[in-house]
């Protein structure tokens, strides 16, 4: 079944706008697959560190209730396929 999103203000989003990846981005654009391979690995655990726009999407978010979803936010995001593994 579909959802609807009538009613909601939706917010298309980068992912690195609401996080920040420029560290990894950095050894991303140094054409070094195997060293950002290694990163992604060593941080798949940890939780990305706030980007630009991260506190913009919470104040969006905390117009919701359980009752009435007036936001929904998508994350947009560009996978590195060297990596094998997609942001979150």
Same mark, same amino acid.
């Given at each position: 079944?579909?959802?609807?999103?009538?009613?909601?203000?939706?917010?298309?989003?980068?992912?690195?706008?609401?996080?920040?990846?420029?560290?990894?981005?950095?050894?991303?654009?140094? %054409?070094?697959?195997?060293?950002?391979?290694? /990163?992604?690995?060593?941080? =798949?655990?940890? @939780?990305?560190?706030?980007? +630009? %726009?991260?506190?913009?999407?919470?104040?969006? /978010?905390?117009?919701?209730? =359980?009752?009435? @979803?007036?936001?929904?936010? +998508?994350?947009?995001?560009?996978?590195?396929?060297?990596?094998?593994?997609?942001?979150?």
């Amino acid at each position: 079944m579909p959802v609807s999103l009538d009613g909601q203000l939706v917010v298309a989003i980068s992912s690195r706008a609401l996080f920040d990846f420029e560290e990894e981005n950095q050894v991303f654009e140094a %054409a070094d697959d195997r060293a950002y391979m290694q /990163l992604q690995l060593e941080r =798949v655990d940890s @939780p990305a560190k706030p980007g +630009v %726009a991260f506190s913009l999407v919470n104040k969006l /978010l905390s117009f919701n209730s =359980v009752e009435v @979803p007036r936001v929904e936010v +998508v994350i947009l995001l560009t996978p590195k396929i060297v990596a094998g593994v997609a942001t979150q």
